[in-house]
């Protein structure tokens, strides 16, 4: 458990020192000498010999090969993170563990298995899932769902087993449409040598209890991860998915470049919760994005923690009448981390409403920015749009960096945004002890209640692994 | 004379940039050519009051030398004991700290550590050196301690010119400055917009120990025309500057301001009142960056958009390293009165100081339901008080106004807008 204490300032006040995090549970790692590993960099053999392993339908060599040709052709954004520390040749884009895909979970080679174990996973499987999916670098390495939720007709299986399936078309149709390839670079990437993923489809009017979950390790050294997940929520339906992220720390980046799409029909509901809790070697340039149709609603719940480098922004497409998001956010950047996360909304039809909650802590000389834009397309009229975004310094070291961007283009709609940055205030711990609280009690308290508004919405009730990892970074963050 | 057609690519950046896409980052500024250059600039101040060309470049230089006694370059030991905690768990093998470009460049600022890479023109240096360079002489206002100025100046819009005024201040410790700037058009109705034209104004400002100065400047060109408004600001310890910029007029409108609050206690307040209409354009950038100890800024814009008119604004308050203390506020309010507008608003806070409190908020809207409500019990349709709170705008910069200048130009502009206008105003 993370360590606190207080020291004095220059200017004689108190800072709360909080100790890192202790990561030892994610450090841990396996040889990787069984593993089938394509070489390190980027070319269109490479992206070939990918689609063959895969027995891809055609169309997807054309779009794999069409997406390379666009990352070469396109410069890396200039506002963000550097990533120069991101060599392409070095990184190897494919691994596929010495295993297939399992739905027995003794099946699975015991090095996994141990992985998994350790990370809670089938605990959190057997006490409150509706379905699990496991990938071990490039490959699902496990899946399986309750019985009950395949008699309602949901199909919770890996995309790649779905694009061989009875969904193909729909597949086909709807794959990267939201996050097309010429999108940014990464895009791209991800579109040349996408790799697993999930696929889910909720048919019309179901509702799920409980939460699906994938989980994804990337334990080579030196690899890429390139998920890609799809979910159809059909009209009136309901679902909650989690996904949890984790690796081990190298000397060498790491590269996560997934992808979310993510379909939401009228009158349903999607719950995607995150944990994104990379090593500090990796880079994690990951999209997420969101169509709701009318009535239909998206909520976000996001953690960011680990990573390196980090580029996050989940966006909301409000396409229909009264749809409606949320986005609830946490971001904790430590020493070494440049975690630049926020969201987007486009409110692009008439009373469409949406509210950003986002919290970010920085400490030890690690930087945290909250980038957002809120988009009101002139078919927005009568939308509204809250975005309250606070920031907390934990000392003089770090950075907080808050660049929010509102684009109106009609007259009838509502947008408020208000954000705050700045330390733990004397008199509120003054306020504290007064009551008979020691201070630093007090300091605990109030970094706390900072976060407890994020921190209540992560379904650490869903899964052990998550419950660990929220409770070492908070308990980090907040002593 | 003749100016060549020039454009300036990124003029008003803010200074941490985002998405592309969004197009917010800077704008662009087309200064056609075929334009002669006309001295159209009144001046009045007390001769005593005039300083010498290179009057601000002295006295931020000897800010410079006051501000190193007070500020030691780190030793060796400190600049090695600084690299070692980042090098501590940052490894270079992928990629060291990764900063972004302007956490760079904000980081090679402050190694400078030099007053004049430093200071910074709101509208970018080519806009500045473009007005400076119509504008020819500097007007130097230099008031000695302990003293009080009122100064005016009066650039009137010359259709088919460049009619530009570079203005300095320098206010010595305890002394007092009122400027007044007013870009007037005192075309006759029918005349105006008849061909482009560049009206501007760049201004520094040297606001030494305890100095007080207010700015008013005042625009209401009409037509064609585009007006850019360039500042740039240095408050030493305990002083303050308050600007109030009143926008109306002009096809395109550049505001761009800069402060550098580098002594403690100083403070730079900003007041912001524009209106948009018909297809108006209208451009603000504000970079105010805290130094000093207890420093404190307060942004607040208050504008209504109408017609097809657009308008950005970029809003920066950066919290340096070392600004303990330190206030940054940043409010602004858009009323949306028609459906073609486009409003764009970023109101940034950069912060690498943790004994700070910043905050902006912003509100973007229409007229509120209650608002209409009451409204409507009074007799007054949802067109009548749309065109209500647009013209409450010019009212309100002509009640305002500090100057007989600023007023009758506000007033003769309202008239245009909205002939019976002038009317509310006569004696």
Redesign the interface.
């Given at each position: 458990m993370a360590e606190t204490k207080t020291t004095v300032t220059a200017s004689g006040k108190k800072r709360t020192q909080v100790d890192d995090v202790d990561r030892s549970m994610y450090d841990f790692r396996y040889d990787d000498a069984d593993a089938e590993k394509l070489d390190a960099g980027l070319t269109p053999d490479i992206v070939r010999e990918i689609s063959e392993r895969k027995d891809e339908p055609a169309w997807m060599l054309e779009h794999r090969l069409k997406s390379l040709e666009i990352f070469n052709s396109i410069d890396m954004s200039d506002w963000g993170p550097s990533i120069d520390g991101l060599d392409m040749d070095n990184i190897v884009t494919y691994v596929k563990p010495n295993t297939d895909q399992k739905s027995d979970w003794e099946s699975v080679p015991d090095n996994i298995k141990d992985t998994f174990d350790r990370l809670g996973i089938p605990q959190a499987e057997r006490s409150y899932l509706a379905g699990v999916g496991a990938q071990y670098d490039s490959e699902l390495v496990y899946h399986s769902m309750q019985e009950s939720a395949a008699k309602m007709g949901i199909v919770y299986s890996g995309i790649e087993e779905a694009l061989h399936g009875e969904y193909a078309d729909l597949i086909k149709e709807k794959f990267m449409t939201l996050i097309p390839p010429t999108d940014h670079k990464f895009a791209a990437l991800h579109g040349a040598v996408w790799s697993g993923g999930s696929f889910v489809y909720v048919p019309k009017g179901v509702k799920l209890d409980y939460p699906l979950q994938s989980y994804f390790r990337l334990n080579a050294k030196g690899a890429g991860q390139f998920e890609h997940t799809l979910i159809i929520v059909e009209d009136d339906a309901d679902l909650h998915f989690i996904e949890g992220c984790s690796a081990p720390k190298y000397n060498v980046a790491n590269l996560h470049a997934g992808a979310v799409e993510l379909f939401v029909g009228k009158r349903a509901h999607l719950r995607y919760s995150t944990i994104e809790n990379w090593s500090k070697n990796m880079y994690n340039l990951n999209t997420k994005r969101c169509r709701c149709d009318e009535e239909g609603e998206i909520e976000w719940i996001s953690g960011s923690f680990g990573s390196h480098v980090g580029y996050l922004y989940p966006m909301s497409i409000l396409a229909g009448r009264k749809a409606r998001a949320s986005f609830t956010g946490i971001t904790f950047a430590g020493r070494g981390q440049n975690l630049d996360t926020g969201c987007k909304v486009v409110l692009a039809a008439k009373d469409t409403s949406a509210s950003i909650e986002t919290k970010g802590i920085s400490k030890d000389g690690g930087i945290q920015t909250f980038r957002s834009s809120v988009v009101a397309t002139p078919a927005a009229e009568g939308s509204r749009c809250s975005v309250s975004c606070q920031s907390l310094m934990l000392d003089d070291r770090s950075r907080s960096d808050t660049i929010p961007a509102m684009d109106i283009r009609c007259k009838n709609v509502d947008i408020g945004h208000e954000a705050t940055i700045g330390r733990i205030g004397d008199d509120k711990v003054f306020y504290l002890m007064s009551r008979g609280i020691s201070e630093e009690e007090a300091r605990t308290m109030i970094v706390n209640g900072f976060a407890e508004p994020i921190s209540k919405e992560l379904p650490l009730e869903y899964a052990v692994e998550m419950n660990n990892l929220i409770k070492l970074e908070m308990e980090g963050a907040i002593g | 004379m003749e100016t060549t057609h020039v454009t300036i690519e990124r003029a008003s950046a803010m200074p941490?940039?985002?998405?592309?896409f969004?197009n917010?980052?800077d704008t662009q500024i087309e200064m056609p050519e075929g334009l002669s250059i006309a001295p159209a600039v009144q001046v009045s101040e007390p001769w005593a009051a005039r300083g010498a060309a290179d009057e601000f470049e002295n006295a931020l230089a000897d800010a410079q030398v006051e501000w190193e006694k007070s500020h030691p370059a780190p030793t060796a030991e400190e600049l090695a004991e600084r690299e070692a905690?980042?090098a501590?768990?940052?490894?270079?093998?992928?990629?060291?700290?990764?900063?972004?470009?302007?956490?760079?460049a904000a980081d090679a600022i402050e190694e400078s550590r030099s007053l004049a890479v430093a200071f910074e023109h709101g509208t970018g240096d080519e806009a500045a050196a473009y007005l400076r360079y119509a504008a020819g002489d500097r007007i130097v206002v230099a008031v000695k301690e302990g003293q009080s100025v009122d100064a005016q100046v009066v650039v009137s819009a010359v259709p088919g010119a460049v009619s530009a005024a570079a203005v300095d201040v320098i206010a010595d410790a305890n002394s007092a400055v009122n400027l007044s700037l007013v870009v007037d058009a005192p075309t006759a109705p029918g005349q105006s917009g008849a061909s482009a034209g560049i009206t501007g104004t760049t201004v520094r400002v040297f606001a030494d120990e305890g100095a007080r100065v207010e700015i008013d400047r005042t625009q209401a060109v009409d037509g064609d025309f585009t007006d850019i408004d360039d500042m740039g600001l240095f408050t030493a310890e305990n002083a303050q500057v308050a600007v109030r910029q009143t926008v109306l007029g002009a096809a395109a409108s550049f505001t761009g301001l800069a402060g550098d609050l580098r002594g403690d206690s100083s403070r730079i307040d900003v007041d912001t009142r524009y209106l948009g209409h018909s297809d108006q354009k209208r451009d603000f950038n504000y970079s105010l960056r805290h130094h000093g100890?207890k420093t404190k800024c307060n942004l607040q814009a208050n504008g209504v958009l109408a017609g097809t008119s657009s308008k950005t604004l970029r809003g920066t308050i950066d919290?340096i390293?070392g600004c303990?203390?330190a206030e940054g506020s940043e409010n602004e309010t858009?009323l949306?009165?028609?459906?073609g507008?486009?409003?764009?608003?970023?109101?940034?806070?950069?912060?690498?100081?943790?004994?700070?409190?910043?905050?902006?908020?912003?509100?973007?809207?229409?007229i509120r339901e209650e608002q209409l409500f009451y409204l409507a019990s009074r007799g007054l349709s949802q067109q009548a008080a749309e065109s209500m709170f647009a013209s409450a705008i010019v009212e309100q910069a002509a009640i305002d106004a500090t100057t007989d200048a600023a007023r009758e130009s506000v007033v003769r502009y309202g008239e245009r807008l909205n002939p019976g206008f002038a009317d509310l105003f006569e004696e």
């Open positions: - | 941490a940039a985002t998405w592309h969004l917010m980052n905690y980042v501590a768990e940052v490894d270079a093998t992928y990629g060291g700290t990764a900063q972004s470009a302007y956490q760079i100890a919290l390293r303990k203390g858009v949306l009165v028609d459906e507008v486009h409003n764009k608003t970023v109101p940034v806070i950069l912060c690498n100081e943790d004994d700070v409190a910043g905050n902006h908020g912003a509100t973007i809207g229409h």
